[in-house]
């Protein structure tokens, strides 16, 4: 690091693992955003021992195989995965104040090509039980190294009230209810999100037809591959 750089933040490795980085050291004293995205990484496997890489990385038979660069702004030989994602509540999602107004960031962070932010409507002077049905829709091309991170801002102050990390490979389809986290990673009693996700591989979302809004990308039907 530079030395001016002393607050011992970590950087994103998700940069470094897309690339085939095998070890990557971050400051463990820091519980920031980005050693959030670790805790997720290696909560797939209970965090007992190492993760292995996507297989486009190492197998001979991927079509991308020793050709994938995650830079890449053409990276058709990998399937993509469509996602509906509605936020549709929440529950003490601001502990130290329920009359805040609150919103909830929605974050991919992943390859360059999957990386994707928004923010839900503002739900007026109420943290308790806030409401607010709004659904997303993404596209995931390397869910392997997808994570999507929730952050729950107060709209008054802009401050972060609580967040989570979640690797998109363990997300389910359906509804369910998310346990929030607080800045250091440890998670809130009470606090949650009330979310339901579908999931479309290499097709046109259903809800397309009904008139919701939808990826430009979405408009080209992709080939899939051998």
């Known amino acids: 690091p530079t030395g001016m750089r002393i607050d011992s933040s970590n950087f994103n490795p998700v940069t470094m693992w897309s ?42 038979s991927h079509i991308l195989h020793r050709r994938f660069n995650p830079a890449s702004k053409d990276l058709e030989g990998l399937h993509s995965t469509f996602i509906e994602l ?32 928004s923010k839900t409507k503002m739900c007026q002077r109420n943290a308790l039980n806030p409401i607010w049905e709004d659904t997303f829709e993404i596209e995931i091309r390397l869910i392997e190294l997808a994570f999507l991170r929730f952050t729950i801002l107060d709209i008054a102050t802009n401050m972060a009230t609580s967040q989570r990390v979640i690797p998109l490979k363990q997300l389910r389809a359906g509804y369910r209810n998310l346990s929030l986290h607080n800045q250091q990673d440890q998670e809130l009693p009470l606090s949650s999100l009330f979310i339901c996700s579908q999931f479309h591989r290499d097709s046109t979302p259903r809800h397309q037809e009904d008139g919701l809004p939808s990826l430009e990308s979405l408009q080209k039907k992709r080939m899939s591959f051998l």
């Open 86 to 117: 509605t936020i549709i509540s929440g529950q003490y999602v601001c502990q130290q104040d329920y009359t805040a107004s609150p919103v909830v960031e929605v974050e991919v962070v992943g390859i360059p090509k999957d990386c994707f932010k």
């Open 19 to 60: 690339v085939g980085i095998q070890m990557a050291a971050l400051n463990y004293q820091t519980s920031d955003a980005n050693m959030a995205l670790h805790k997720a990484f290696f909560s797939q496997n209970n965090g007992c021992g190492y993760i292995l890489k996507p297989s486009v990385m190492w197998s001979p």
